[in-house]
């Protein structure tokens, strides 16, 4: 399994993240106290005592559950670094998220330059997606007052502002990236620098969608403003 392409869902967060190697840790952890047993290791006196084949195959798969179990181990431990900064992501409004990203991002970095299973640039670039993933479904939470409300029945000022709201984080979104990988700490070997079309396009996108949502507002805003006008001219 840990060999195998992981299947993951399109929208996941960075909690999902640190859910699934604090999983997996728990099953080599679980794994590794089985083959620690009296009878597991009796079992392999007895093989090594036979000179048995089997033996060359065994320590093998050890090897390799090993490292596997110290992988999950170590990911879990530094994915964990941003559980509580990244709270604030699935929780405050998009006009207080600058700041929280700032920090969720700065933390990424030094995973990054640490880490020593995480450091791949294919998986922290798969992390700040799903960091933006996660500011998406706030938005979405933001925009229609967690799912109980549509842009239809609210007070449509009030939405217009949600949605410029939304469309401002893209930008504070991308310049906290920006600021994080300029910005030099220490002796820093490797650059913190990704794909942003990759990292931002799906955010891209969902802000085109709130843009068009905007001025098909505007042009609504505009015809009952001039049918009132018509309408008020037609009276008496």
């Given at each position: 399994q840990?060999?195998?392409?992981?299947?993951?869902t399109d929208d996941a967060?960075?909690?999902d993240?640190?859910?699934?190697?604090?999983?997996r840790g728990?099953?080599?952890?679980?794994?590794?106290?089985?083959i620690?047993?009296?009878?597991?290791?009796?079992?392999?006196?007895?093989?090594?005592a036979?000179?048995?084949?089997?033996?060359?195959v065994?320590n093998?798969?050890?090897k390799r559950?090993t490292?596997?179990?110290?992988?999950?181990a170590?990911?879990?431990k530094?994915?964990g670094?941003?559980?509580?900064?990244?709270?604030?992501i699935y929780?405050e409004?998009?006009?207080?998220l600058?700041?929280?990203l700032?920090?969720?991002?700065?933390?990424?970095k030094m995973?990054?330059?640490?880490?020593?299973?995480y450091?791949?640039?294919?998986?922290v670039?798969s992390?700040?997606v799903?960091?933006?993933?996660?500011?998406?479904?706030?938005?979405?939470?933001?925009?229609t007052q967690?799912?109980?409300?549509?842009?239809?029945n609210?007070?449509?000022q009030?939405?217009?502002?949600?949605?410029?709201?939304?469309?401002?984080?893209?930008?504070d979104?991308?310049?906290?990236?920006?600021?994080?990988?300029?910005?030099k700490?220490?002796?820093?070997?490797?650059?913190?620098?990704?794909?942003?079309?990759y990292?931002?396009?799906?955010?891209?996108?969902?802000?085109t969608?709130?843009?068009?949502?905007?001025?098909?507002?505007?042009?609504?805003n505009?015809y009952?403003?001039?049918?009132?006008?018509r309408m008020?001219?037609?009276?008496?």
């Open positions: 840990s060999e195998q392409l992981r299947l993951e967060g960075p909690q993240e640190l859910e699934y190697w604090k999983a728990a099953k080599l952890t679980l794994l590794v106290n089985q620690n047993t009296q009878p597991a290791r009796m079992t392999l006196v007895t093989l090594r036979a000179q048995s084949k089997i033996l060359k065994w093998n798969i050890d559950i490292k596997y179990h110290v992988e999950a170590d990911n879990a530094f994915l670094a941003i559980e509580k900064t990244s709270h604030s929780l409004d998009p006009s207080e600058k700041e929280s700032m920090r969720v991002i700065h933390i990424v995973i990054y330059n640490v880490s020593h299973h450091n791949t640039p294919e998986r670039a992390l700040l799903k960091i933006t993933n996660q500011v998406i479904r706030t938005c979405k939470r933001y925009i967690g799912g109980r409300k549509t842009i239809w609210q007070d449509r009030e939405v217009e502002e949600k949605l410029m709201q939304c469309i401002k984080l893209n930008q979104y991308k310049d906290a990236y920006a600021r994080v990988k300029n910005r700490v220490g002796k820093e070997i490797r650059e913190f620098s990704f794909s942003e079309k990292i931002f396009g799906r955010f891209d996108s969902f802000c969608r709130l843009r068009n949502l905007l001025s098909m507002f505007k042009k609504i505009l009952t403003r001039l049918f009132n006008e008020e001219a037609l009276l008496p």
